[in-house]
Nanobody, 117 residues
Framework: QVQLVESGGGLVQAGGSLRLSCAASSLIFSINTKGWYRQAPGKQREMVAT???????NYLDSVKGRFTISRDNIKNTVYLQMNSLKPEDTAVYYC???????????WGQGTQVTVSS
């Protein structure tokens, strides 16, 4: 069973930066699609960014140009660099790994990101 552990969340002022990390317990992580999702209070969980085993990335329109997803397959870790943060980025951010078919394998426990105005 894959276990995902996120870190790097916190409180930051608008315009600031944070880097989230997600470490996986299994090599399954490196051969599947990794992603970051977020859920704000009262809203549905949404995809923020994904990266395939081949390195192809996909982003939520509202974070394009501000967020960057990357991975280190040797460390079984995926990162989300978040720059120019806005109050509307405030949410719990979750790490996810899923098969190329789209079915989810595991979720992390979530890390809170709060952006103050």
């Amino acid at each position: 069973q894959v276990q995902l552990v996120e870190s790097g969340g916190g409180l930051v002022q608008a315009g600031g930066s944070l880097r989230l990390s997600c470490a996986a317990s299994s090599l399954i992580f490196s051969i599947n699609t990794k992603g970051w999702y977020r859920q704000a209070p009262g809203k549905q969980r949404e995809m923020v960014a994904t990266i395939t085993s081949g390195g192809s990335t996909n982003y939520l329109d509202s974070v394009k140009g501000r967020f960057t997803i990357s991975r280190d397959n040797i460390k079984n870790t995926v990162y989300l660099q978040m720059n120019s943060l806005k109050p509307e980025d405030t949410a719990v951010y979750y790490c996810n790994v899923r098969r190329p078919t789209g079915s989810s394998i595991a979720w992390g426990q979530g890390t809170q990101v709060t952006v103050s105005s």
